[in-house]
């Protein structure tokens, strides 16, 4: 995604989701399902989910504030800088969403107005982005209006070590 006017992206905001995360979340859905992959980065995205058997998979360099795409699942990664403004689009539209986040986005006073039908999804290992080293803080799926998908309805959905 490109950001353009008065949203500025910080230099720590552009992190490529690793290949073991599409996996742990895109376990859950369909694999006919038209997913919204809106942040792009470098574009690799669209390339790994499709090789993950997925078809229908909209990964465009746009605005993500700019336009909407009902019926699709919103699935990324967004800029942390401004992850709230992230949540609160498909919040708001009704969209159903699974975002990467580090663990601690859970302390956010702002995250309680989305807490209605909100899940988390940890991982059983802290994450290696691409293009880093190591990863300072533990990254989890924020679910909203996706209890049937991920076939609970917990708040919190470890997965355990033998999942795909």
């Known amino acids: 995604m490109s950001f353009k006017g008065r949203i500025t992206m910080s230099k720590q ?3 490529n989701t690793p290949i073991q995360g599409w996996i742990d979340i895109l376990q859950y859905i369909d694999h006919d ?3 919204w992959i809106p ?6 995205a669209l390339e790994r989910i499709t090789s993950l058997g997925f078809n229908d998979v909209y990964h465009e360099d746009k605005d993500f504030f700019s ?3 009902s019926g699709y699942y919103i699935i990324d990664n967004p800029p942390y800088s401004i992850k709230e403004k992230c ?3 498909p919040f708001k539209n009704k969209d159903k969403f699974a975002y990467l986040l580090p663990l601690d986005t859970l302390e956010r006073r702002y ?3 989305f807490r209605e039908g909100l899940q ?3 991982p059983h290992k802290r994450y290696v982005y691409y293009g880093k080293k190591g990863c300072p803080f533990k990254s989890c799926w924020f679910c909203w209006n996706m209890s049937e998908e991920l076939g ?3 708040r919190l959905i470890f997965q355990d070590l033998r999942s795909p």
């Not at 942040?39 to 690799?44: C, V």
Request: glycine share 4%; hydrophobic share 35%.
């Open 13 to 15: 905001d552009n992190y």
């Open 87 to 89: 949540i609160a689009k």
């Open 152 to 154: 609970t309805t917990e």
């Open 33 to 35: 399902a038209p997913l």
């Open 120 to 122: 988390v999804v940890i």
């Open 111 to 113: 995250l309680e107005k």
């Open 39 to 44: 942040f792009y980065n470098d574009g690799t």
């Open 67 to 69: 336009y909407d795409l």
